[in-house]
């Protein structure tokens, strides 16, 4: 007989407390998601999903903000990604996607969004097949793609090779997808589950990089080729607004045999200031970007 061993009755009370406090966890993070976060549930959505804190209201005299992120200091001469393998059909992926300016030195694919909005306007609504990261020319289309967390994105594969789709945190090594699509019109929809930036890449192509930014209210945008944003339909108040812009360097990652197998890239860049925002006015904020 052992000695040590709990009686019986002990142990199914301890079962039961265990489960039970299980299950009042799992009911307060799952219970309290906005509908459009319910909807649909594939099985890689957990806990991690947001408590509901936003609420769709009717905004009167909304205001705006308009404005623009731009490259302080000269830009930063990025080497080009190594293409190995299938070089013609993937010729043009060599060049480095960590950095577009255009025009005013303005900077594309930074997220811009607002922190801490509790009610506003209603979030955006996208239909089946809308949210697209598409695969095409061995390169993610579009580098950055801001969707509200509960949002269907599809994965698209419309090149005439296999790829391999994997999702995981920034600067974490957890995998949240990873799925290969063997060929040209292959799709597989994921559902972003958190908020922040999501890293995306492909093994079979070490060169392949993207983002999903996922927002957690609809007072968010991605800046144009020239570095410009506007959000709108905004209560009047005053706001902490925020951007994310991946970071630049880049470095090959190589195996003990010298064989190219991913890039390490440099951490992002992030900037907040306050802004406030009038009834019916627009406001306006700038903000530099500097290179390290």
């Not at 903000?65 to 302080?72: D, K, P, Q, Y």
């Not at 393998?85 to 010729?91: E, H, K």
């Not at 955006?124 to 061995?138: I, K, R, T």
């Not at 144009?224 to 905004?234: E, Q, S, V």
């Amino acid at each position: 007989m052992r000695r040590n061993a709990l009686p019986a009755a002990v142990l199914a009370s301890l079962v039961v407390l265990v489960a039970g406090g299980c299950r009042s966890e799992h009911h307060d993070d799952a219970g309290q998601l906005q509908s459009w976060q319910k909807e649909k549930m594939p099985a890689h959505v957990t806990a991690e999903l947001p408590k509901a804190n936003y609420t769709a209201v009717e905004v009167r005299d909304g205001g705006s903000i308009t404005g623009s992120v731009r490259l302080a200091g000269p830009a930063p001469v990025l080497p080009d990604f190594q293409i190995d393998g299938a070089a013609n059909a993937c010729a043009s992926a060599a060049h480095n996607n960590r950095l577009t300016v255009g025009t005013n030195r303005g900077i594309a694919g930074a997220v811009v969004y607002l922190v801490n909005v509790a009610q506003g306007k209603p979030m955006p609504a996208f239909a089946h097949g809308e949210l697209v990261l598409d695969q095409n020319g061995c390169q993610y289309r579009p580098h950055v793609l801001a969707a509200p967390v509960g949002a269907e994105v599809d994965f698209l594969n419309s090149d005439d090779m296999p790829h391999n789709v994997r999702v995981q945190s920034v600067g974490h090594d957890s995998v949240l997808l990873n799925v290969t699509q063997g060929a040209r019109g292959k799709n597989d929809p994921w559902l972003i589950d958190r908020a922040g930036p999501l890293e995306v890449s492909c093994d079979y192509h070490p060169w392949m990089n993207a983002y999903l930014f996922g927002v957690a209210n609809p007072y968010y945008a991605v800046t144009a080729t020239d570095g410009k944003f506007t959000i709108r339909d905004i209560p009047p108040g005053t706001y902490t607004l925020k951007i994310w812009l991946n970071g630049f360097e880049t470095t090959p990652k190589r195996d003990n045999r010298g064989q190219l197998v991913g890039y390490a890239f440099g951490h992002p860049y992030m900037q907040e200031q306050k802004v406030e925002v009038k009834p019916g006015k627009p406001a306006s904020a700038v903000f530099e970007v500097r290179p390290r």
